[in-house]
């Protein structure tokens, strides 16, 4: 059985920091990809991030590019996400996903192996 657990999340003022994690049991964690997607009320789901299997390849969605950083510790089963200069419109729950799908440039989060998600909050 899958289980993806993220960190908490929490509530940060515009320009600051949080670091988000997420561990996962039930995959063999270095042969799988692993991203983050978030939602927003009123807003459609978006792929906030994507890493390979290996760390060889790193995505981002344009709205998060040069702001966070994605990264993995496979002897741990963890993934990381950096997020640096926040803005009020990151606020969001943010989903780790499990085995996610690169195709060409881009990817996909499978659902049915997400975590309960962490709000993320961020004040103006």
């Known amino acids: 059985q899958v289980q993806v657990v993220e960190s908490v999340g929490g509530l940060v003022q515009a320009g600051g920091s949080l670091r988000l994690s997420c561990t996962v049991s039930?995959?063999?964690?270095?042969?799988?990809?692993m991203g983050w997607f978030r939602q927003a009320p009123g807003k459609e789901r978006e792929g906030v991030s994507c890493?390979?299997?290996?760390?060889?390849?790193?995505l981002y969605a344009d709205s998060v590019k040069g702001r966070f950083t994605i990264s993995r510790d496979n002897a741990k089963n963890t993934l990381n996400l950096k997020m640096n200069s926040l803005k009020p419109e990151d606020t969001a729950v943010y989903y780790c996903?499990?085995?996610?799908?690169?195709?060409?440039?881009?990817?996909?989060?499978?659902?049915?192996?997400r975590g309960q998600g962490t709000q993320v909050t961020v004040s103006s």
């Open positions: 890493i390979k299997w290996n760390g060889g390849v790193t």
């Open positions: 996903a499990a085995d996610a799908i690169l195709y060409g440039g881009g990817w996909c989060p499978r659902l049915s192996n």
């Open positions: 039930g995959l063999t964690f270095d042969e799988i990809n």
